[in-house]
């Protein structure tokens, strides 16, 4: 209770400074020629600010539905929870997209235990869409570590019929983070070959907090695949130091390869320029260790907020801004994936794509995933978010989201920035709950994505042209991503 009390102090404090910012002397002195301009924005942040929305529709999607696995009945419900506020809020035009997908998948219990030389119980997760065990199996356990070159240290002879915990990070720097997938999906195929019972990965998470993605091996990993807890991990290579390990495993996870459906909800506000459009994006789908608040609640919160305060202010910008919530990001961007197939024709009228979806913490600015034509205009159109301390624009290569869907095919994407805070800590975990998300810096992000799609939406001209194949191919091997990309495209033509 007094930590929610503080929060609300801090809270009316900083909306207090906000509005002195915006409204006050620094604002208004220096911008007072253009203070007709500049009204729209006014409006749209004093009421993200004070209205409260974004955190009030987090709670109920958290609470009410929580984790939203793709292709689940929680991730179905979450569409029509999305698409019943955004009606509720007038959006005559608010739907439901259909696409197939193509393979549901069901986590079952996974255990896991030392058999020898002790008995111990293991804390082990499975990653998504990875096959089960076949019921409780008993291998030995052996430690690989991984060359520079990607290839297994390990003596092939004895992978086969093996659990085998792999030092991924051993041999190269995989700090950035799609080298980390491609490294982590290769290795995974070189143990299947082999024979290996099944890969385990030490979880970089603390306090035996286990891991859960699919990155990299949607639609189904080529053998069981488990997050072992650091301690755990740590307890294991003790005893593989001292001799020879044996460890059962059992894993009910179950595939449903029956046609599917998962869905996308989509609605805009028509711009005086219709043919232009500004896209808001965010994915709804999470993984079910949790609720998903951080990873991407509080994105969806966000885009859902800024829809329903430019409805209530009637605002009408140039370009159309159309909201965008996406399922399937975390097998594979399939939402976005099927957004750009369902609109490929009008892929060239984007405007700008705007994704967020790294968690609620303090707004930095905006990611420009390689696009260095982009920075200059953005700059300029971004300015007003100094004011908010979040003009910050990268043109750093950083696909980790439904960014990716759109930069391959050459639209401009601009990412929201955030700092880090403990997103990396909670995100694909136990602890992604709503408590870990702070209203007030959820309400600034909203902002911040709101002022940039006013910004971009009311330009006279677009901020950049589409770019063509190539000249993506060429971006995404400058960046270091030609490989994670191939993960979900196969190879690029060259
Ligand atoms: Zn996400």
Redo the contacts with the bound molecule.
């Keep these: 209770m007094s930590t929610v009390q503080c929060r609300k102090g801090k809270s009316s404090h900083f909306v207090g400074m906000l509005l002195v910012l915006l409204f006050g002397t620094g604002w208004a002195v220096s911008q007072e020629s253009d203070a007709d301009r500049n009204a729209p924005l006014e409006h749209i942040v004093g009421a993200i600010m004070t209205r409260g929305g974004a955190m009030a529709f987090l709670e109920t999607l958290t609470d009410t539905v929580g984790g939203r696995v793709t292709g689940s009945a929680h991730s179905q419900a979450a569409a029509e929870l999305i698409l019943k506020i955004l009606k509720d809020a007038g959006f005559e035009n608010a739907h439901i997209e259909d696409y197939p997908l193509a393979a549901r998948w069901q986590r079952g219990p996974a255990s896991g235990w030392v058999v020898s030389p002790v008995k111990q119980p293991l804390l082990v997760g499975s990653y998504g869409w990875a096959p089960g065990t076949s019921g409780r199996v008993e291998v030995p356990l052996i430690v690989a570590g991984v060359g520079a070159d990607g290839k297994l240290s390990a003596d092939p002879a004895k992978l086969r019929g093996a659990a085998v915990l792999v030092d991924l990070t051993s041999g190269t720097d995989l700090s950035f983070a799609p080298n980390y997938v491609v490294r982590r999906s290769a290795v995974a195929h070189q143990l299947a070959a082999a024979g290996a019972a099944a890969m385990l990965i030490q979880s970089e998470k603390p306090d035996r907090m286990l891991y859960t993605s699919a990155a990299g091996i949607y639609p189904r990993a080529p053998l069981p695949l488990l997050s072992v807890a650091r301690e755990d991990a740590l307890f294991l290579l003790r005893l593989l130091k001292k001799g020879e390990v044996k460890v059962a495993l059992d894993v009910q996870n179950s595939f449903d390869l029956t046609p599917a459906k998962e869905r996308n909800v989509i609605a805009e506000i028509p711009g005086t320029h219709p043919d232009q459009i500004v896209l808001l994006g965010a994915?709804f789908d999470s993984w079910d260790p949790a609720q998903g608040a951080k990873?991407?609640g509080s994105?969806v919160a966000e885009i859902l907020e800024i829809a329903r305060i430019l409805k209530s202010l009637g605002v009408k910008p140039k370009a159309t801004i159309r909201f965008a919530f996406f399922s399937g990001?975390?097998q594979a961007c399939l939402g976005s994936r099927a957004y750009v197939d369902a609109y490929k024709d009008q892929l060239d009228r984007h405007r700008a794509v705007l994704i967020t979806?790294d968690g609620a913490q303090r707004p930095l600015g905006f990611v420009l995933h390689g696009r260095t034509d982009l920075e200059g205009p953005a700059r300029r159109v971004l300015s007003p978010l100094a004011a908010l301390s979040a003009n910050a624009i990268s043109a750093a290569g950083d696909l980790t989201?439904d960014d990716e869907s759109f930069v391959v095919l050459g639209v401009p994407t601009l990412s929201l920035a955030v700092e880090p805070g403990d997103y990396d800590t909670q995100?694909h975990t136990i602890t992604d709950t709503l408590d870990k998300v702070d209203p007030q810096m959820l309400a600034l992000d909203t902002a911040v994505l709101a002022v940039a799609a006013y910004q971009i939406a009311n330009t006279d001209q677009p901020l950049a042209r589409r770019w063509t194949a190539q000249e993506v191919t060429d971006l995404l091997k400058r960046t270091g991503q030609a490989e994670y990309v191939e993960l979900d495209y196969g190879r690029r033509e060259q």
Excluded: I, T, Y
């Design positions: 994915h990873d991407n994105g990001e975390e979806d989201s995100h």
